[in-house]
């Protein structure tokens, strides 16, 4: 009875009891932090039709009248580009603004679901949910209120635009011919109803997969205030399970999505 009453205790505080779960919750004391995100310079991506890019334009760099150093840059980007949080709003008319995504949603154990294996073999690829079913024979059904990430090899590419993308080209013209891999519409409804996910992320530039035309996997997702983090990397640095993800994007009033650090804690050695 001891022993019950110790493990129910542990439960509450770590959401796990079971020894013998594949979803062992971290332990953030001696765990080991990866970043998942890239940095934003001038070969950030961003969507073929976005008007401007990054711009990191220095104010002021050297020796002060005083003669200390300083150094200051003032910044520009588009909300949806590099590592970047689509927030809810982005898809759905009454979904969050980014400011107003609760930090409960984007901080949490998770789980890497790899389809690497598929991707690789078909540009187009889009994760089905019998990929998922496959995933949890393996390693056990994923809790409710996890952070999904899937990981489909795709982040080797960038910043090459044309391999990352599938073309060079920018502008409209570019959009027929997008082609990178991911998460279906079947896939996401089927997480929304059986797994209700805090967020889901990839590593390629769009939840939907480049040939996507009604961005049914954002409308679904978003539309359930899953917010969806796209071009993360370092997916395959990452365990199945015994992850937990810290993804805070930057707080823009009103915002449709952000510039994103995202980090995973993994057990140390």
Request: glycine share 10%; aromatic share 10%.
């Amino acid at each position: 009875m001891r022993t019950f009453f110790a493990c129910l205790a542990t439960s509450l505080l770590l959401g796990a009891c079971s020894p013998s779960s594949n979803h062992a919750p971290v332990d953030l004391s001696k765990a080991k932090w990866i970043d998942l995100s890239h940095a934003y310079d001038q070969s950030t991506l961003y969507w073929p039709n976005n008007k401007k890019g990054f711009e990191h334009t220095e104010e002021f760099k050297g020796l002060t009248p005083g003669n200390y150093f300083y150094s200051s840059y003032s910044i520009s980007t588009p909300e949806h580009g590099g590592t970047h949080l689509d927030a809810p709003i982005h898809f759905s008319k009454d979904g969050w603004t980014l400011d107003q995504i609760p930090l409960g949603s984007l901080i949490g154990n998770a789980v890497v679901i790899d389809v690497s294996a598929k991707a690789v073999l078909d540009s187009d690829y889009q994760i089905k949910d019998k990929d998922i079913v496959e995933w949890e024979g393996l390693h056990g059904k994923i809790p409710m209120g996890s952070i999904i990430l899937f990981h489909t090899g795709h982040s080797k590419y960038y910043p090459d635009r044309k391999k990352y993308f599938g073309t060079d080209k920018k502008g409209l013209e570019a959009i027929p011919e997008l082609h990178f891999p991911g998460i279906s519409p079947s896939a996401s409804r089927w997480l929304v109803e059986q797994r209700k996910p805090k967020a889901v992320g990839i590593d390629t530039a769009s939840i939907d997969y480049g040939q996507s035309t009604d961005f049914q996997t954002h409308r679904i997702l978003l539309g359930n205030n899953v917010p969806g983090f796209e071009n993360l990397t370092n997916l395959d640095t990452l365990p199945a399970t015994g992850v937990y993800v810290i993804a805070l994007p930057m707080k823009i009033g009103g915002g449709s999505g952000g510039p994103l650090r995202i980090v995973a804690a993994v057990s140390g050695k």
